[in-house]
């Protein structure tokens, strides 16, 4: 920025006091949702739960909402651990039952090969409705009674709350709640994955959007749903016991049955032919820094670890970290994934300012008689945009992971996760060959 504003504080006695400035210091963040979540940020936290991963308990049991999950996502999605490091420690800890953990592991790196692929376009439908309903038919804003988990539907109304207070959400709960705001509810998907968004801290567009797309049908072969049956399994029946509504609810009966209700025009709308192939990018991301004898590390939300190679490529040279203002305006950010963020800065030798983030990194440069800029790769197009504008200036490295998770073939189909793995699944198991 122009306007020389100092660098944001680094130093708190507590916890108490870093929410006190955040809360201060981000205003309109707070305005939009002003919860804590109990969840820190961080790599030493993160290092932590690592360390108690259970790859036979997850595949047991993943998929109630008392399972033994790794609660991992928060820190994977701002690449405060990798996919690599939570491969290997669940192929050391339980070489013989980690085969699950990994599978879901594959999605993250999927949906951001994807989103590597498409770019904004994870906005868009990628696939029309298979539901034999049109977009039209859709409302293009969420209810106000999902929103303040208000529907009377006990488990609805839970994973509202939860979504607001914790910024978490268990997988099975989110899948239950978007298929009700877009099936049984006929809410257009960006709706519910801009509510999301704001308050998930593991929330980014990739596996957000393109998880709210499977869902829809937009980026699968079908609609998901769910029935009461199914909720009542998974969650031990602690909604149902509860609910005013039980006997009578928007999920009662077999499936057939819902779907006819649902989609009553869908087998005939249902499209025969295989989506068109969605080809994996040909470009090789950077894996060693080019020559630069006074750079600066420019570090992003997408690689906040103190292992990230940017870092390391350059040990002893000055590192930024800007809040995009308009960023967090525009995507209503809530005060919630703010604070996760600010404390996964606070363990890192970074500068933290705020402003129009091309322009304070030039700045940072400039102050620093910089000659270049090293960066971590990342999808997002945001990214190439502010890359473009710093090159204009100053050569810019973006290094890539220095051991990938997986190493596709150039040119996959990603149309579908199942393409995907059925290329990379021994790669991604360590399997010899």
Same mark, same amino acid.
């Given at each position: 920025?122009?306007?020389?504003?100092?660098?944001?504080?680094?130093?708190?006695?507590? +916890?108490?006091?870093?929410?006190?400035?955040?809360?201060?210091?981000?205003?309109?963040?707070?305005?939009?949702?002003? @919860?804590?979540?109990?969840?820190?940020?961080?790599?030493?936290?993160?290092?932590?739960?690592?360390?108690?991963?259970?790859?036979?308990?997850?595949?047991?049991?993943?998929?109630?909402?008392?399972?033994?999950?790794? +609660?991992?996502?928060?820190?994977?999605?701002?690449?405060?651990?990798?996919?690599? &490091?939570?491969?290997?420690?669940?192929?050391? /800890?339980?070489?013989?039952?980690?085969?699950?953990?990994? $599978?879901?592991?594959?999605?993250?790196?999927?949906?951001?090969?994807?989103?590597?692929?498409?770019?904004?376009? #994870?906005? +868009?439908?990628?696939?029309?409705?298979?539901?034999?309903?049109?977009?039209?038919?859709?409302?293009?804003?969420?209810?106000?009674?999902?929103?303040?988990?208000?529907?009377?539907?006990?488990?609805?109304?839970?994973?509202?709350?939860?979504?607001?207070?914790?910024?978490?959400?268990?997988?099975?709960?989110?899948?239950?709640?978007?298929?009700?705001?877009? @099936?049984?509810?006929? #809410? +257009?998907?960006?709706?519910?994955?801009?509510?999301?968004?704001?308050?998930?801290?593991?929330?980014?567009?990739?596996? $957000?959007?393109?998880?709210?797309?499977?869902?829809?049908?937009?980026?699968?072969?079908?609609?998901?749903?769910?029935?009461? &049956?199914?909720?009542?399994?998974?969650?031990?029946?602690?909604?149902?016991?509860?609910?005013?509504? /039980?006997?009578?609810?928007?999920? &009662?009966?077999?499936?057939?049955?819902?779907?006819?209700?649902?989609?009553?025009?869908?087998?005939?709308?249902?499209?025969?032919?295989?989506?068109?192939?969605?080809?994996?990018?040909?470009?090789?991301? #950077?894996?060693?820094?080019?020559?630069?004898? /006074?750079?600066?590390?420019?570090?992003?939300?997408?690689?906040?670890?103190? @292992?990230?190679?940017?870092?390391?490529?350059?040990?002893?040279?000055?590192?930024?970290?800007?809040?995009?203002d308009a960023l967090l305006a525009r995507a209503r950010i809530s005060l919630k994934r703010v604070l996760f963020l600010y404390e996964c800065l606070?363990?890192?030798?970074?500068?933290?300012?705020?402003?129009?983030?091309?322009?304070?990194?030039?700045?940072?440069?400039?102050?620093?008689?910089?000659?270049?800029?090293?960066?971590?790769?990342?999808?997002?197009?945001?990214?190439?945009?502010?890359?473009?504008?710093?090159?204009?200036?100053?050569?810019?490295?973006?290094?890539?992971?220095?051991?990938?998770?997986?190493?596709?073939?150039?040119?996959?189909?990603?149309?579908?996760?199942?393409?995907?793995?059925?290329?990379?699944?021994?790669?991604?198991?360590?399997?010899?060959?």
């Amino acid at each position: 920025m122009s306007d020389g504003r100092p660098a944001l504080r680094r130093d708190f006695p507590n +916890r108490a006091a870093l929410v006190d400035y955040v809360r201060r210091t981000f205003p309109g963040a707070a305005a939009v949702d002003a @919860h804590i979540a109990p969840t820190l940020g961080g790599r030493r936290i993160a290092e932590t739960t690592l360390a108690h991963i259970d790859p036979a308990a997850y595949a047991a049991t993943r998929n109630h909402l008392n399972g033994a999950v790794t +609660r991992l996502s928060p820190y994977l999605r701002h690449g405060v651990v990798s996919l690599t &490091e939570v491969r290997n420690a669940a192929l050391h /800890r339980a070489p013989q039952a980690a085969a699950k953990l990994i $599978n879901e592991l594959g999605w993250r790196d999927y949906y951001r090969r994807v989103y590597s692929v498409i770019g904004n376009a #994870v906005w +868009r439908d990628l696939e029309a409705y298979k539901t034999g309903w049109q977009v039209h038919d859709y409302a293009a804003t969420l209810p106000a009674d999902i929103v303040a988990g208000a529907t009377g539907l006990a488990c609805i109304d839970a994973f509202s709350r939860e979504l607001h207070t914790t910024g978490y959400l268990h997988n099975h709960a989110r899948m239950w709640l978007a298929a009700y705001i877009v @099936h049984f509810r006929r #809410v +257009r998907w960006q709706a519910g994955a801009r509510w999301f968004l704001t308050h998930l801290l593991d929330g980014d567009p990739a596996s $957000n959007n393109l998880s709210w797309q499977w869902v829809a049908s937009t980026f699968s072969h079908k609609p998901y749903i769910f029935n009461r &049956e199914n909720l009542e399994t998974f969650t031990g029946g602690v909604y149902c016991a509860v609910c005013p509504q /039980r006997g009578r609810c928007d999920f &009662e009966g077999e499936y057939a049955l819902l779907e006819q209700r649902l989609f009553p025009h869908r087998q005939a709308a249902v499209a025969t032919t295989e989506p068109a192939p969605l080809r994996s990018s040909v470009s090789q991301p #950077v894996r060693g820094p080019m020559a630069l004898s /006074r750079p600066i590390v420019w570090l992003h939300g997408d690689n906040l670890s103190p @292992h990230s190679p940017a870092l390391l490529a350059a040990a002893n040279a000055p590192a930024l970290w800007v809040w995009d203002d308009a960023l967090l305006a525009r995507a209503r950010i809530s005060l919630k994934r703010v604070l996760f963020l600010y404390e996964c800065l606070l363990e890192l030798p970074v500068t933290i300012r705020r402003g129009e983030v091309a322009a304070e990194i030039l700045r940072f440069a400039a102050e620093h008689k910089a000659d270049g800029v090293i960066t971590n790769v990342t999808p997002a197009p945001g990214f190439a945009a502010i890359r473009r504008r710093l090159e204009q200036t100053l050569p810019v490295v973006a290094l890539a992971e220095a051991e990938a998770f997986v190493t596709p073939p150039v040119g996959l189909d990603l149309r579908r996760f199942s393409r995907y793995w059925r290329k990379v699944a021994a790669d991604a198991l360590q399997m010899k060959a």
